[in-house]
């Protein structure tokens, strides 16, 4: 931008009173040069030319210089506007990969960038664990291949922890260029997400967009922008990740408290019947009317042992197996997945109408959704699982998808483990058809369909 269009009110004021009255004393020189006679009409219509010629100029200048600021304060208000609602919009989720997501879009959305990511560091605060992009499409991330660690220009962030701002990222020699399918980028804006001083974070920007088919570069109110947004998506990041131990916590303690209870109650039980039967043991052969009473009260008391544990079974999972609430016993399937493991675990759930399934498809269904997630804990090695449950039109259909190595084709068919036997059986047994292939990109997909209504097929 041309510097003389970015004075400042201070200048501008100064030059409405310096520039008038110089040009006015260089007309009146330069008028008693061209025409020496005090009074002339040729003089005066010359000094009337030049001034009004003068004015007009200086009068466009300074309202092209008045609408310049007018147009930066009222980007610059629409920008921070933005930022506002997007900092609203952060506040109100506290699942932390929804809000790992929703920075990276927000940000892409304040400056106006085509591209963006969210690089998030491990506990050491040199390499990236996670990353997450927008901007992209599923496709063309997988195409590109493994996340970056944080070399090159992703590198001088993360060791610097101070924003860059670059026009021609190829150019720079940080650059290690890129790797194969990904998209040619331009320019870049990188700034770090701190928390109480620490990077937990930082936000890369690639390819400022323009309103016409100029290349953009990102400005320094670009970055001043972004710096703001990321001291918010840290406060929202940390909130998250402590909400997400507050319910790991939770379940612990809540298996601890099961744990406790079972010694001091069921375990008792099952040892006072021990000794009663030890008891009994000694009087069959002298006293059989009070052995067989003895028995018959053991009976009673295991009896009652056992609805003890089916009821701290349900307690621990809430209506899981008695086949009442199918999306109620999934969620609780991923809560437990999150405590026990650093697995991203998402799920997606239609509404089901009651009694669309019977409560022993339900418990079918939540045996293989179980056994689909234990592979995936102890077999994929992946980062992530993603579960959906969706309701169309003739069917319940379970798919759960994960991004780990995959599995091997000999073990698809259910011919590889008794898990992957017993899930067959299972959808069988639920009047229903289970398909385990490899995912669109990478991992493992598991589709378990239950026809439902004329649809169904024989149980």
Avoid: C
């Avoid at 690639?206 to 670009?222: E, G, R």
């Amino acid at each position: 931008m041309n510097p003389f269009l970015v004075l400042s009110t201070r200048a501008l004021r100064w030059l409405a009173i310096v520039l008038p009255i110089v040009f006015w004393g260089g007309v009146l020189v330069l008028r008693s040069v061209l025409f020496p006679e005090q009074a002339s009409l040729e003089g005066d219509l010359f000094a009337l030319t030049v001034i009004g010629l003068g004015a007009t100029l200086f009068s466009f200048w300074i309202f092209r210089i008045v609408e310049v600021h007018e147009a930066e304060i009222r980007r610059r208000s629409l920008q921070l506007a933005a930022l506002h609602n997007a900092t609203i919009a952060l506040t109100t989720e506290l699942d932390l990969n929804v809000v790992l997501q929703k920075v990276v879009d927000l940000a892409r959305e304040l400056v106006g960038a085509r591209y963006g990511a969210l690089g998030v560091l491990g506990h050491d605060g040199q390499f990236i664990e996670q990353f997450i992009t927008s901007g992209l499409s599923a496709e063309e991330r997988a195409h590109i291949g493994a996340p970056p660690r944080g070399h090159g220009l992703l590198g001088v962030l993360i060791r610097e922890g101070k924003p860059i701002r670059i026009s021609d990222i190829t150019a720079d020699e940080h650059s290690v260029g890129f790797p194969p399918n990904h998209p040619p980028m331009q320019s870049l804006l990188g700034v770090p997400i701190k928390f109480k001083g620490r990077v937990i974070g930082d936000l890369y920007m690639a390819d400022k967009l323009a309103s016409d088919d100029a290349i953009a570069v990102f400005s320094s109110q670009d970055q001043e922008v972004l710096e703001m947004f990321a001291a918010q998506a840290a406060i929202a990041i940390e909130n998250a990740q402590l909400y997400r131990q507050k319910q790991q916590l939770a379940v612990l303690q809540e298996r601890e408290r099961f744990g406790m209870d079972l010694h001091d109650g069921i375990i008792q039980s099952i040892y006072a019947i021990g000794l009663m039967l030890e008891d009994t043991e000694t009087r069959i052969a002298e006293e059989p009317p009070v052995a067989m009473t003895r028995v018959h009260q053991a009976i009673l008391g295991l009896n009652e042992v056992i609805r003890d544990i089916r009821n701290y079974i349900l307690d621990l999972r809430p209506q899981r197996f008695q086949g009442r609430d199918l999306r109620r016993g999934l969620e609780e399937l991923v809560l437990d997945l999150r405590a026990n493991t650093f697995l991203d675990v998402s799920l997606t759930a239609d509404n089901l109408e009651p009694q669309l399934l019977s409560p022993e498809q339900t418990v079918e269904i939540l045996h293989v959704a179980q056994e689909a997630l234990s592979n995936v804990r102890k077999h994929a090695r992946a980062s992530a699982v993603e579960l959906d449950l969706i309701r169309d039109a003739n069917a319940v259909v379970l798919v759960v998808q994960d991004n780990g190595i995959g599995i091997e084709e000999g073990r698809r068919d259910g011919l590889g483990g008794n898990g992957l036997r017993n899930m067959q059986e299972r959808a069988r047994s639920a009047g229903g058809q289970i398909q385990i292939e490899p995912g669109e990109t990478i991992g493992t997909r598991i589709s378990l369909r239950i026809p439902v209504g004329d649809s169904k097929l024989p149980l």
